[in-house]
């Protein structure tokens, strides 16, 4: 655990600690190190002067009159006159009179980045008000609501905003001391109840920089400090004004100026001077300003001041006004994130007012005494012009957002090499873009990579990030900075590795403004009184304290029945090398039923030569599940916020827009219209329908040669294809034919000669089998015995298929198992920490996670499909001779998709972990998990009423080309597989029936078959009926305790095992099971013929079986559809299997699947589609 520089008495400590439900005690994850408390020192001496930020500024213009403070363009501003500026504007807002200021009242800024917004935020404080910087790219509509909700009287524009329809009190900051504007009524009024009609002097421009003020930064290569300080300075003087229809202008005759008192700058060449509202028309009955007390400015605040109220982006609703406290932007200033700015630095002024990380921009230097360098945002967007003003402004401190850095780095490396320190932060960091700019050294002397929701003001993790970062191929987000302190909170919440992160210290907001509730859940009290922001972001506390963080909690996204985080599909994309940025989004497409897809915006490295469509979904392919594989929208540029973020919301517009559906009125006006189409209207339908589905390409751009996988089309997808065909064409069109060559000309001459009346049928693919049990005979065989893994010196696992439900079942129980030492998962991600955070989830998903297992497990990312399981021939061989023993459950299980696409990681696979096996100069056994399916529909189509565990699979070949490819699959590979047993290999086969969820816990996977079936009965209050339908269901944790019984004794191998119900009395049968979810669900749910269930299906289309719709539908043998050929199915024999269990500790019973079995099943179910929808 870390020690904590934060003290529990702090004044942000809350008393609802006493009475908080969150309250709890907790250790410290965290908290700063030696190298990242900043100039802490100095900081404690500051905060016990008990000075507001304005005070403080006001010490620095006594300290250094003369110094820069602000530089914009042809404008340079002295402390001197920033003070002078900020008095003047503070006291027209004060209306000339109470000396304690506005007291904390909000005062809207709708200002244009630069000179004027930081003129504008200190006159704010000078006053005792609360800056509400609003973002001046804002509809009018959208500021007044944010405004109207702060209660705001005031609000200072400039020039550029001064016509906005706003229905407050306006005061503009003008460049053009000329122009004579008018006061808003309101405020007209108040002046008028105070003095006499009069002239509204123009107030006395500040002195003119001369070419003796001091320079930004005396760097010998810069160019002349002359060019930085004009001849003439523009006037930021305020005036009254307001956007009206007719302005009322106020009368002619002048006033005289008034002196404003600031003690400390008596000596200043220029007065401070502001109008004097105390003619001596003014009614007897009204006080003058001359009868009140001059006010002082700035007025005394104190560092529990609310300084700033700053919007979130307000992506879930209507943004939250997070309040900031003085002390908070004083810790920051002093604890700028290992290392302090200084004196003689320049701060460049990049992000807009409304974004937290400009109160760095600001506040940081001006607190310590430093410069300001307005950067604009086109210089911003010009790499080389952004390069050119950083040395010509002497720039040494710059904090940008990681999505500019990535827009930077490959086009002009060095544009932040002329910085001192270059802070990043906002998104992940891209390793490649850090990458190439340390290629080319052209890197700052510091770069950072800083995080920090507006919650806890700016920056509260930092982390220096060096070659060995770019090397690991992943940026931490680092340890906390100053004070502050970080909790890693688990969903019980107790201290954990991995979890939520809560910050505490200095930096955390007060909350947020008139939302007392969501304050309270944001921010609870904890140990020692110490009150905290739970951020939302899910981290991972490494060994060294580093944290590293994996993704949003709100980023987690539901698409298709699978939770994935988008964090890890950008991760992934950017590990490919082929791009420089990536985001990914959940899009709804409520069109043609398909529901909700995963749409990723990337940037290619090369934008002039950009990869194929194909080659990036290759390289894709190999480091996500299919189910994570976004459809990819290649662009030369992301679009960024005000705030130089990624701006997602403009993306999913941006998709919106450019793929709408393009079936016509005409196109989808009745089913079956085209039934008698040309092959010309067959092609244009189709692309029509291929453009709907897959939003993939306008139809026009759309050619024959294009393939439906290729453009990103997923299984789900060509299920509902399939189903278009049919709804337009009144043609069924078997999804495997498709399958065979899915380009847009092939499917429209499928579609075109079926409507002729020929239908080609799929493709007879068992000399391809055949062939394909043939491809290990090469390996050569061991030539020892296989070690025994129970052995004390060994016990190390190798384990495919940890990600699946009975893997993740069967790893939990191997973590367990006393003589396992270690476990190595091989895990499809786009790096070990990814795989194991996909491990975590999906263990935790079924309440099987421990921390304890990180102790002793191991990720390593590869491909089955590959020689080297993807892992590199070098750790190939070094993870052969460690194993022990290895555990084979990785397939690619689709109940659509033909062989082809099964081939690669079930067949190829199956040969690589064999080839494992015997690599390493060890000789392992595997423990081979297959399934039932592997024997097709056999007792339908080759009349077998009884499989023996041992007998040749070739006798149930015929019984395979009408099933679907993943059970061809494991055919071709269970026959492999026995040629190896054949020539001595250590291998043991298991056979599962369907596994179900957990006898005791009724933790199930809900998208399996027989889940979604379940599920979309309910929903639409029927069933099939399948009298002679046995699905052989066997509980999960029946079917690990089983295996690993039976791999545990050295003889197993050799041997097939049927994990099935012992006995044909044990079996369930299809009705019998929908019956029972009646009885769980206590819902009328009806059994009807199995055509009237499918033509019922085709209307509802409930969404959890929409993937599975061409299994249920298509006729493909005598009328009966896939899912029907399973009638009549034989008894699995279980001899070898009750045999090898026969010592099991006190008897392993096979749990009954009764109505209290079924009631937890659907319990979990129930539950998780409620965590899910909060998700989705």
């Given at each position: 655990m870390w020690r904590t520089q934060y003290e529990a008495h702090d004044s942000n400590a809350s008393s609802s600690f006493t009475r908080n439900p969150l309250r709890r005690s907790m250790a410290y994850c965290g908290d700063s190190s030696a190298d990242q408390t900043g100039d802490d020192r100095t900081y404690g001496q500051v905060t016990e002067s008990g000075l507001g930020l304005a005070q403080l500024f006001h010490k620095q213009a006594q300290d250094k009159p003369e110094a820069v403070a602000v530089v914009d363009g042809d404008t340079t501003l002295l402390y001197r006159q920033l003070h002078e500026k900020a008095s003047r504007l503070a006291h027209l807002l004060n209306l000339g009179g109470d000396p304690a200021g506005l007291s904390q009242e909000p005062v809207g800024i709708v200002v244009q980045h630069g000179a004027a917004d930081v003129v504008a935020q200190m006159a704010v404080l000078y006053a005792g008000g609360t800056c509400a910087p609003m973002d001046p790219t804002l509809v009018d509509h959208q500021i007044e609501s944010r405004l109207a909700r702060l209660k705001a009287r005031f609000v200072v524009v400039d020039e550029a905003n001064l016509g906005r329809a706003l229905p407050f009190d306006i005061v503009c900051i003008d460049r053009d001391a000329g122009e004579t504007l008018a006061p808003s009524a309101p405020i007209l009024a108040k002046i008028e109840a105070?003095?006499?009609?009069?002239?509204?002097?123009?107030?006395?421009?500040?002195?003119?920089?001369?070419?003796?003020?001091?320079?930004?930064?005396?760097?010998?290569?810069?160019?002349?400090?002359?060019?930085?300080?004009?001849?003439?300075?523009?006037?930021?003087?305020?005036?009254?004004?307001?956007?009206?229809?007719?302005?009322?202008?106020?009368?002619?005759?002048?006033?005289?100026?008034?002196?404003?008192?600031?003690?400390?700058?008596?000596?200043?060449?220029?007065?401070?001077?502001?109008?004097?509202?105390?003619?001596?028309?003014?009614?007897?009955?009204?006080?003058?300003?001359?009868d009140a007390p001059t006010p002082t400015y700035p007025v005394p605040t104190g560092l529990e001041h609310c300084t700033h109220l700053i919007h979130t982006s307000g992506t879930t609703g209507e943004p939250k006004a997070v309040r900031?406290?003085?002390?908070?932007?004083?810790?920051?200033?002093?604890?700028?994130?290992?290392?302090?700015?200084?004196?003689?630095?320049?701060?460049?002024?990049?992000?807009?007012?409304?974004?937290?990380?400009?109160?760095?921009?600001?506040w940081a230097p001006l607190l310590r005494g430093a410069s300001i360098a307005v950067l604009s945002k086109a210089t911003l967007l010009d790499p080389p012009m952004m390069e050119r003003e950083i040395k010509r402004l002497g720039i040494s401190?710059?904090?940008?957002?990681?999505?500019?850095?990535?827009?930077?780095?490959?086009?002009?490396?060095?544009?932040?090499?002329?910085?001192?320190?270059?802070?990043?932060?906002?998104?992940?960091?891209?390793?490649?873009?850090?990458?190439?700019?340390?290629?080319?050294?052209?890197?700052?002397?510091?770069?950072?990579?800083a995080y920090g929701p507006t919650e806890c003001c700016v920056y509260c993790l930092a982390h220096i990030i060096r070659a060995e970062d770019v090397e690991a191929g992943s940026v931490s987000i680092g340890k906390p900075v100053g004070r502050t302190v970080a909790y890693v909170i688990d969903d019980d919440g107790k201290p954990s590795d991995e979890g939520e992160l809560w910050i505490g210290g200095p930096g955390v907001s007060p909350g947020y403004v008139n939302q007392p509730s969501k304050t309270e859940v944001a921010f609870p009290t904890v140990e020692n009184g110490v009150r905290v922001y739970r951020t939302g972001d899910v981290v991972r506390r490494r060994a060294d304290g580093q944290i590293d963080y994996v993704g949003r909690r709100d980023h987690q996204v539901k698409v298709r029945g699978f939770r994935i985080e988008l964090g890890a599909?950008?991760?992934?994309?950017?590990?490919?090398?082929?791009?420089?940025?990536?985001?990914?989004?959940?899009?709804?497409?409520?069109?043609?039923?398909?529901?909700?897809?995963?749409?990723?915006?990337?940037?290619?490295?090369?934008?002039?030569?950009?990869?194929?469509?194909?080659?990036?979904?290759?390289?894709?392919?190999?480091?996500?599940p299919d189910y994570m594989v976004p459809q990819l929208e290649m662009v030369s540029r992301l679009p960024l916020s005000s705030h130089a973020k990624i701006d997602r919301k403009q993306l999913a517009e941006l998709f919106a827009r450019r793929w709408k559906p393009a079936m016509t009125a005409k196109a989808m006006a009745k089913p079956h219209q085209h039934q008698h189409a040309s092959v010309e209207k067959v092609r244009a339908t189709m692309a029509d329908l291929w453009t709907s589905i897959l939003a993939a390409a306008p139809t026009g751009d759309l050619q024959d040669g294009d393939d439906f996988i290729s453009l990103g089309g997923s299984s789900l997808q060509a299920s509902l294809l399939v189903s278009q065909i049919r709804q337009t064409f009144g043609l069924e069109v078997p999804l495997l034919t498709l399958y065979r060559d899915f380009t847009l000309g092939a499917v429209s001459s499928v579609v075109a000669k079926g409507l002729e009346g020929s239908v080609p049928a799929p493709p007879d693919e068992r000399e391809t089998w055949v062939a394909d049990t043939l491809i290990g005979d090469g390996l050569e065989?061991?030539?020892?015995?296989?070690?025994?893994?129970?052995?004390?010196?060994?016990?190390?696992?190798?384990?495919?298929?940890?990600?699946?439900?009975?893997?993740?079942?069967?790893?939990?129980?191997?973590?367990?198992?006393?003589?396992?030492?270690?476990?190595?998962?091989?895990?499809?991600?786009?790096?070990?920490?990814?795989?194991?955070?996909?491990?975590?989830?999906?263990?935790?998903?079924?309440?099987l996670w421990e921390e304890s297992f990180a102790s002793r497990l191991e990720v390593v990312t590869g491909l089955l499909e590959d020689e080297h399981l993807g892992m590199g021939p070098d750790k190939f061989e070094e993870m052969a001779r460690w194993a022990s023993v290895v555990f084979h459950l990785g397939a690619r299980v689709n109940y659509t998709q033909p062989y082809g696409l099964h081939r690669a990681a079930n067949t190829m696979g199956t040969l690589n972990v064999v080839r494992f096996s015997t690599a390493g100069e060890r000789v392992k056994t595997v423990h081979y998990v297959s399934s039932i399916s592997c024997f097709g529909p056999t007792g339908l189509l080759t009349g077998a009423t009884t499989v023996v565990e041992d007998?040749?699979?070739?006798?149930?070949?015929?019984?395979?080309?009408?099933?679907?490819?993943?059970?061809?699959?494991?055919?071709?590979?269970?026959?492999?597989?026995?040629?190896?047993?054949?020539?001595?290999?250590?291998?043991?086969?298991?056979?599962?029936?369907?596994?179900?969820?957990?006898?005791?816990?009724?933790?199930?996977?809900?998208?399996?078959?027989?889940?979604?079936?379940?599920?979309a009965c309910c929903e639409m209050g029927c069933y099939p009926l399948l009298p002679n339908q046995r699905k052989e269901f066997v509980p999960v944790d029946y079917v690990s305790s089983a295996i690993l019984h039976i791999a545990s004794n050295p003889s197993s191998a050799g041997k097939a095992y049927h994990i099935v119900p012992p006995s044909r009395d044990a079996s369930v049968d299809m009705d019998a099971t929908m019956e029972l979810v009646g009885e769980a669900t206590q819902k009328p749910i009806r059994g009807v013929p199995y055509a009237e269930w499918v033509d019922r299906l085709a209307v509802v289309a409930p969404l959890r079986l929409l993937p599975l719709q061409p299994m249920l539908a298509e006729k493909i043998y005598n009328g009966l559809t896939r899912w029907e050929l399973y009638e009549n199915m034989p008894v699995y024999d279980t001899s070898n299997t009750d045999a090898a269990l026969s010592d099991y500790p006190g008897g392993l019973e096979l749990p009954k699947l009764d109505v209290g079995l079924m009631k937890r099943y659907i319990d979990f179910i129930d539950e998780t589609k409620a965590r899910e929808a909060v998700v989705a």
């Open positions: 105070l003095a006499a009609p009069g002239q509204f002097q123009e107030l006395t421009p500040a002195t003119t920089p001369t070419k003796e003020s001091p320079a930004l930064n005396p760097t010998p290569a810069l160019d002349p400090v002359s060019e930085l300080t004009p001849a003439t300075t523009p006037d930021y003087s305020p005036k009254l004004s307001t956007k009206t229809p007719a302005p009322v202008l106020i009368p002619t005759q002048a006033l005289e100026p008034t002196p404003v008192t600031t003690p400390g700058l008596s000596d200043a060449s220029t007065p401070v001077t502001t109008p004097d509202l105390s003619d001596a028309s003014t009614p007897a009955s009204t006080p003058s300003l001359s900031i406290a003085g002390r908070s932007i004083l810790h920051v200033a002093y604890h700028v994130p290992l290392e302090p700015v200084r004196a003689d630095d320049v701060v460049a002024h990049v992000n807009n007012s409304s974004f937290d990380v400009s109160l760095l921009d600001v401190v710059m904090a940008t957002t990681t999505a500019l850095l990535n827009l930077v780095a490959f086009t002009h490396p060095s544009a932040f090499s002329g910085l001192r320190i270059c802070f990043i932060g906002g998104e992940q960091v891209n390793v490649g873009a850090v990458k190439a700019i340390f290629d080319q050294n052209c890197a700052p002397e510091i770069l950072v990579n599909v950008e991760s992934a994309l950017l590990q490919t090398g082929l791009f420089a940025e990536a985001v990914a989004l959940k899009i709804d497409v409520p069109r043609l039923g398909a529901g909700s897809i995963l749409v990723a915006y990337v940037v290619p490295v090369n934008v002039t030569e950009p990869p194929t469509m194909e080659e990036a979904l290759k390289a894709v392919r190999a480091l996500l065989a061991p030539s020892g015995p296989a070690i025994d893994w129970r052995r004390e010196d060994e016990g190390r696992v190798f384990f495919t298929g940890a990600t699946g439900f009975v893997g993740a079942f069967m790893l939990a129980d191997l973590m367990r198992t006393p003589h396992v030492s270690a476990v190595c998962c091989l895990v499809r991600a786009a790096n070990a920490e990814e795989g194991l955070q996909r491990l975590r989830v999906g263990m935790a998903k079924y309440g007998e040749p699979l070739l006798r149930h070949l015929d019984a395979l080309p009408l099933d679907h490819g993943y059970a061809q699959s494991q055919w071709v590979a269970e026959q492999l597989v026995g040629r190896f047993m054949a020539r001595g290999f250590p291998i043991a086969v298991y056979r599962p029936g369907f596994v179900t969820g957990h006898s005791l816990t009724g933790a199930c996977n809900r998208d399996d078959f027989v889940s979604r079936l379940i599920e």
